[in-house]
């Protein structure tokens, strides 16, 4: 008999008059000790739906036309009220450990009480979050937040033993020294380990399903290989079903027993990990397979426009961008945080050089100091033969359209108050392009099919494009003037993956066509190694190996780069 | 090639119609453009002299002898919105087109009226009584605010009446003038002094806030320390100085509110500039090359100008309560009717002449309302998290 069984969920969302069927008709469901994986991309409903499960939509927005979620509630006897018919208790099917007097219940999760909801909540079905940053409250040490969770379910526990078993669940999830870090507070916490505490405080209370809602998404690849082996581990111990959410099929090939593959709230296709994943049937699925960089063809010839004996477009030298840490009374500088320490680069002629690293390392501050958008404390850039290091932003400005950026972020890399006409043609007036507006509005029409856009969406504003557009306006902003080098700053991160496909096959195109050279910032390393032609891998400011892309994925040298390979979540189920 | 196939809504104008969706706003609004037609076209609406007159035949405007150059331009420049209000075409090219309208209309009244100093209000009496008009039209309110002489007998601190010999709407106060009629000429004051004032913080405000928040740094510190400064200077004890020193004038009244309130301008602007700073958009434009003036003016003031733009929907009431406050106190301006020194005559006596405080009480209560209605709207179109609070209201 499944633990979690969800039949025909419907979940509308209403706005003013408008109503948004974000989960429609959607039915799976999850037996003890399995995982279930909800996969899909943005906006296909797949939190919407795990909320509606775990009911903490608000009440005037969402309603549930049809549907039912079937939910078997162990609960300690003597709380066992009227109002829940109760089944026959089948505690002999029961592989797992449950208190003595606790008795089954199958309950509607759509249909129950507040009351009976918050005691279902957190204590039989426990829910983590994406965000590690946010999800934790700033002003209760994390100690004090599993105990709270613990006393609210169990009340009969005295202080002391809430204390234990606190300690206790952050053992368990591995944060070391754990009765030490009791009374350490968020903000001393890494982003890994609050995800840790977060699902630390899932478990405190034995639940019995878990509902992971992206919980590694934010996180690196290191630390996200970690959590994942932890959930694991937990759940062979616990023996607990997870419903879990993500848009990642290398996570997924990971964590799944089951899987079910979302597409604007319909479940397409379901099965076992397995099938899905290499037989796929649905043709939703198939492309978004596809789509997952590891499984991009190579279209282009790997070596195209690359030449080994090409000289240098840029070359920095002993680069450093230390920023001052003041302390006292004086503000005097005491230390240095070195976001990029000491690093020489030389990237040739027509190239995609990839710069990999896990957040913090410098990596985009190493971008932006090549560029002069953030001023190196010492060390050279050349631009060509050009000194780029010392210059005024006005010796700049004539050399500043040779060298281009685009950026991560889909929503603030455009201007809100500007048509994308002004957007592209305000740079070419300010370096004397073209003879006048109507010249200048032919060149961005040509750009943007480039792009692959169509000429009418220069008269439109940033708010009507998806992300994806966006990007691509970003990308041909930075192509408008004709640059030598453009810096692309995690360009496809935000992006679903069938998008980011999309940009990758674009950015190879144009790299043909206009013979660029490419700064390509990622901490994606199947995206480095479908792109670029070489590798630079960046740890705390340092580079720590370099070298052709075949090379330094293939054969790493250094233990850092192995330990940032070995945990790439593979789609290979081998 | 420069065809545009469909204009879709400016980010502002998204702003604007969220913000004057809601009927608080709209109120606000309504109560604002009355005022201002009624400032614009006050001589118009409140005068004791005839609109036209027909004298032995022949018809003539003796009103138009008597306007100034200055309401020839207020006239101009509300037509000229009006017309424009819902022209197709961009913000700035209206604002250029009534800003001209205006000032044309400026020089021309300076080159061609010349309003006589004194105004004997007697003479078109004297002509109507004596049967010299075959028919005359007068304006809605038949009275000068500064026509103290009729020969009606005692005619001082009425309460409202409407009989054949005497029409006061709104009373009479101390010195025989019809209250109506001050009323009216004195929105003049109270719009103005409030968008004077505020426009002048507004400008030094930006200025000096958005050179803070963009090189920040030294820059940034010594601005901060000015700002602390001239938040520290009580405003209304400074302005009774001045008025001491200086007289009572109502362009210095303007000018030194609008030059000690800007600290807070600059604070919002400087804000919002510093985060500003280190948006993608921002850095590409830099990347660019673009010259500094766009960088500043183009892509960082329109995103940060929302928040100034709330805070100065309150400057403007705010203005408007320190002249009424100055004026109640007897130190406003002596040149023009105000609503505060009407107030100032409800207490004077001892008697409580209820209409000396209840019209222009009222005004300036619906005025600053009407402003603070529209600032809340504003703010709550602005900041997203807030609207959908207050979608409740709407």
Redo the contacts between chains.
Sequence with gaps: MSLLDVKDLQTHLSSGDRTVKAVDGVSFSIKRGETFCLVGESGSGKSICALSIIQLLPAGIASHPSGSVKFQWHKVSGNTSSEDQSTSDDKATEPFEVGDHSSVAEVDLLTLKDESLRKIRGASIAMIFQEPMTSLNPVFSIGDQIVEALQLHHPELSDEECKAQAVEALEQVQIKSAAARFNDYPHQLSGGQRQRVMIAMALACKPDLLIADEPTTALDVTVQAEILDLMRDLQSKKGMAILFITHDFGVVAQMAHQVGVMQSGKIVEQGTTKTVLSNPQHAYTQQLLAAVPENLAKSVTETAGFDESAKSVIEAKDLNVWFPIRTGLFRRVTDHIKAVDGVDLSIRQGSIMALVGESGCGKTTLGRAILQLEKPTSGSVKLGEQELTGLTANELRPIRPRIQIAFQDPQSSLNPRLQIVTTLTEPMKAHGIGEDRDDRIERAVKVLEQVQLSEDYLWRYPHEFSGGQRQRIGLARALITNPEFIVCDEITSALDVSVQAEVLQLLLEIRQQRDLTLLFITHNIAVVEYLSDETVVMKAGKIVEQGATAQVCGNPQNSYTQKLLNAVPRLNLS | ??K?????????KRILSSAFSGWGARIGLAWVVILAFVACFSPLLANSMPLMVSEGGQVSMPILRYLSAEDLMLMVLFIAVLLLWKMPLKFSTKAAIAASSALIALLVGLAILSPPKTIIYDQFREKATAGNYEWQVLPPIPYSPSDYSRDFGDNSLKAPMVTQKQFHLMGTDSTGSDVASRMVHASRVALSIGFIATGISMIIGIIIGGQMGYFAGRFDMIGMRIVEVFEAIPVLFLLLAFVAFFGRSVYILMIIIGVTGWSGYARYIRAEFLKLRK???V??????????R?ILF??ML??GIAPVLVVASFGVAAAILTEATLSFLGLGPVEAPSWGSMLNEAVKSSVFNWWMAVFPGGAIFLTVFSYNLMGEALRDAVDPQLSRKAGVVS
């Design positions: 090639m420069t545009q196939p469909r204009r879709s809504a400016s980010y502002s948006q993608d958009y850095q590409a434009a830099i990347a660019s090359g673009l010259p500094l766009s183009r892509h329109p995103n």
